[in-house]
């Protein structure tokens, strides 16, 4: 069954691993989802990703960090711009997530990048989602 908002489902994923305390979860490979669990990683939310060889299919397999009391890094994810809304932000309007805790992507003409990175580079772009 085709996904037509794959960004989304990689979300859904990864919320839904969590509510069961899943160690990792998997997910099919592209290059936006490949940008995002790289900007995950640098962030500290998720422990490390890594892209299984031998399979027939591409995948991503994300390893999830949890803190002590097994409560996960990653609180909620919320995502923004949608394929029937996008969202588009300019260099000087990039939000702020829970001030400063959570964590903006942004989609820019540099390539997907951390809101905090967009804003010092001075670039805007479409909001992708919120991370907290």
């Not at 990689?10 to 969590?18: D, E, P, V």
């Not at 390539?111 to 992708?128: C, D, H, I, S, Y």
Request: hydrophobic content about 40%; overall charge positive.
């Amino acid at each position: 069954m085709p996904v037509t908002d794959p960004l989304a489902d990689m979300l859904t994923r990864i919320r839904n691993a969590i509510q069961v305390r899943h160690d990792s979860v998997s997910l099919p490979h592209s290059k936006l989802k490949l940008a995002v669990a790289k900007i995950l990683k640098e962030e500290g939310f998720i422990r490390d990703f890594d892209i299984p060889r031998g399979t027939t299919h591409p995948m991503i397999r994300i390893h999830l960090t949890y803190r002590e009391g097994r409560q996960s890094a990653i609180v909620g994810l919320k995502r923004v711009s949608k394929p029937g809304l996008r969202v588009y932000v300019g260099k000087g309007e990039i939000p702020r997530v829970y001030g400063g805790i959570g964590l903006a992507i942004v989609s820019t003409s540099k390539g997907v990048m951390a809101g905090r990175k967009a804003w010092r580079e001075g670039v805007g772009g479409e909001l992708l989602c919120f991370v907290w």
